[in-house]
């Protein structure tokens, strides 16, 4: 019997795919320290940065997504698409992993599909409420599928599915970083009410130009202050828009935030697109939140992530092409709103799933054992 556990965990593209794959690692490393634990990522996406920062080892694929909208130019995505299966079936070969793990973005589609080829059980991770076109293709050979929303059944094969939740990175919920000294970590004045704005990994235009055109807004109502987040690409627009505006003490501006866990400390009230990662944190951390959904997502599935919260009066929606009227008056009123802010948090605590990515790890490591003792 071999005892050595390998396991592949492969995807990424966007933070919302890379944080949970890492967190799911940390688990098994946790249960099983001695398992080797390789990643299998795109070249040149965030996760070929992000994971080695997590301790980790990573080998990109050439692999690119399909242009859903101008089918004719995906010709060389075609050709990359089979250099990538042919480069996992060789990183497979070389690594002799025991399980592979899914965790959805465009390297995990050629990594899990070779894998099951090849006979090597497969455990996909979907986090959002609305199953993407790879994970819908991966499920037929997968033996687990671990989601966070109810109704997945729609999408895939009743008997595989396990209600997980989505793992989040382990230092968001151990972190021990009182309110004030976060506020103040970030120049900010601790006795002033604090939103938080976040536009997922990667930023979102919608709430960048709404927050542009309420600088004036920002800068007459000093009593609240505003962390801002404006992803790596919009941030040089939106500095200078800033400095045009002047001097605006009650604001914070970044690229980037690496430690969500003390912004998420210092936030009264969060201002986010509807990812699935964002979500999950939110939950576990019981945060008020205001969500506008991305209406550029595959299957518009931010929205139906979101509705699952406002439907239980959890989170306040506001739709994209409402943002730039609503946005910051709904924001204004309710962060000074206490009695809503705590009926947000209370019924948003009630979604968390806690442990998501021990109870994952756990899958993948007897999915692992089994075939040792094949
Ligand atoms: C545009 C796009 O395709 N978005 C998708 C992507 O979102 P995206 O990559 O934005 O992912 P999520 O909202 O799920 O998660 C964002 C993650 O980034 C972290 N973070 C964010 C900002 C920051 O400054 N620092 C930081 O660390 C958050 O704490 C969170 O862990 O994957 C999600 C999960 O499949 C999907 O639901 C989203 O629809």
Request: net charge positive; glycine share 8%; proline share 5%.
């Amino acid at each position: 019997m071999e005892k050595e556990l390998r396991i592949i965990i492969s995807g990424g593209g966007t933070g919302g795919h890379i944080f949970p794959a890492v967190s799911i690692a940390n688990a098994i490393k946790e249960l099983r320290p001695d398992a080797r634990i390789l990643f299998v990522g795109a070249e040149g996406r965030m996760e070929m940065q992000r994971v080695p920062d997590a301790g980790y080892e990573i080998i990109g694929l050439p692999v690119a997504g399909f242009d859903r909208k101008h089918l004719w130019k995906n010709f060389a995505v075609l050709i990359k698409l089979a250099r990538s299966q042919w480069k996992a079936k060789s990183i497979i070969k070389k690594f002799r992993p025991q399980v592979a793990v899914g965790v959805g973005g465009y390297a995990s589609g050629p990594t899990l599909k070779m894998a099951g080829m090849m006979g090597i059980p497969t455990l996909i991770q979907e986090q959002n409420s609305y199953a993407g076109v790879t994970n819908k293709l991966l499920a037929k050979k997968a033996q687990r599928i671990c989601v966070a929303y109810d109704g997945m059944e729609k999408f895939f094969p009743k008997e595989k599915i396990q209600m997980t939740g989505n793992p989040v990175r382990q230092n968001l919920l151990t972190a021990t970083r009182d309110h004030e000294s976060a506020i103040t970590s970030f120049g900010l004045d601790p006795k002033k009410k604090t939103i938080l704005i976040l536009g997922g990994s990667l930023g979102a235009r919608t709430i960048n130009n709404t927050l542009k055109a309420g600088l004036q807004t920002i800068k007459e109502t000093p009593a609240i202050q505003f962390i801002w987040q404006t992803g790596k690409i919009y941030h040089q627009q939106v500095m200078e828009a800033v400095k045009a505006a002047g001097n605006i003490p009650n604001l914070y501006v970044t690229d980037f935030i690496k430690d969500m866990a003390t912004a998420y400390s210092a936030a009264d009230l969060v201002i986010s697109r509807a990812g699935a990662g964002s979500i999950s944190e939110f939950c576990l951390l019981h945060k008020p939140v205001i969500l506008i959904p991305s209406p550029n997502v595959a299957e518009d599935h931010q929205t139906k992530n979101a509705l699952a919260l406002v439907n239980k009066q959890a989170a306040i929606y506001v739709k994209d092409v409402e943002a730039e009227e609503k946005l910051l008056p709904v924001a204004l009123a309710t962060v000074i709103d206490t009695g809503k802010l705590k009926e947000l948090s209370d019924n948003i605590a009630k979604l968390a799933l806690p442990d998501s990515a021990t109870i994952i790890a756990r899958e993948v490591i007897k999915l692992g054992e089994r075939r040792n003792d094949k």
